[in-house]
């Protein structure tokens, strides 16, 4: 099954890099390119791609912007940043737009390939580095606890629910319901949903069996 890809970037000679290096996996394939957050969202709505590779800082309408439109209007459109920023607050304002994943331009094309084809299919992609401060942002203060929201999202998943299943039953998009789950990981501990629930049941935050 191909995965069919948008790049969105400013800068035509990264667009081309990756275009050419996405060209080479006979998988994947380059449907379009955007110039700005605005062209990207457009894009979308045109040529339904499965993923958007989104920059953060772009003119027009910034990635972050660009990403919380796509994932409200298109929640079944991945949109992974690829940029060379990693800043605390770039990274919650793109994990909250409801991004899938966030890896940065000096990432291993193996790697970039292998986060273009978890993000396909609804799992995190993130730099190490990355994650590390989502984590401890996560973690500061009264990160600690999980609001009531990310307990609602876990109770679905102890439930056997996907994240389709949770997002009709609690009226939020899918991509919302990876946003609370992914802050639910972090602030457990934990990188699968599996463990997630069993940290939960054994914190006392859900219910056992």
């Keep these: ?39 990207a969202v457009a894009l979308v709505a045109e040529l339904v791609p499965d993923i958007v590779l989104m920059d953060l800082r772009m003119p027009v309408l910034d990635g972050a912007a660009a990403t919380a439109l796509i994932t409200g209007e298109r929640p079944g459109v ?40 978890a993000a396909a299919r609804g799992e995190s992609a993130l730099s190490p580095s990355v994650a590390r401060r989502l984590v401890q942002q996560l973690r500061d203060g009264d990160a600690e606890r999980l609001t009531a929201r990310e307990q609602e999202v876990l109770a679905g998943v102890a439930r056997g629910l996907s994240n389709a299943g949770i997002g009709r039953e609690l009226f939020i998009t899918e991509a919302t319901v990876k946003t609370h789950l992914l802050r639910a990981f972090a602030k457990l501990g934990v990188d699968d949903r599996t463990r997630a629930v069993t940290v939960a049941i054994e914190r006392g935050i859900l219910p056992g069996a």
């Design 78 to 117: 991945r949109v992974l940043v690829l940029t060379t920023y990693e800043t605390d607050t770039d990274i919650l304002r793109a994990v909250e737009a409801g991004a899938t994943g966030y890896l940065l331009k000096d990432t291993p094309r193996d790697q970039l390939v292998a986060g273009v084809r």
């Design 1 to 39: 099954m191909t995965i069919r890809v948008l790049l969105a970037d400013d800068h035509p000679v990264v667009r081309s890099g990756l275009a050419g290096m996405l060209a080479l996996e006979p998988d994947l394939e380059v449907v379009g390119e955007a110039a700005d957050g605005a062209q």
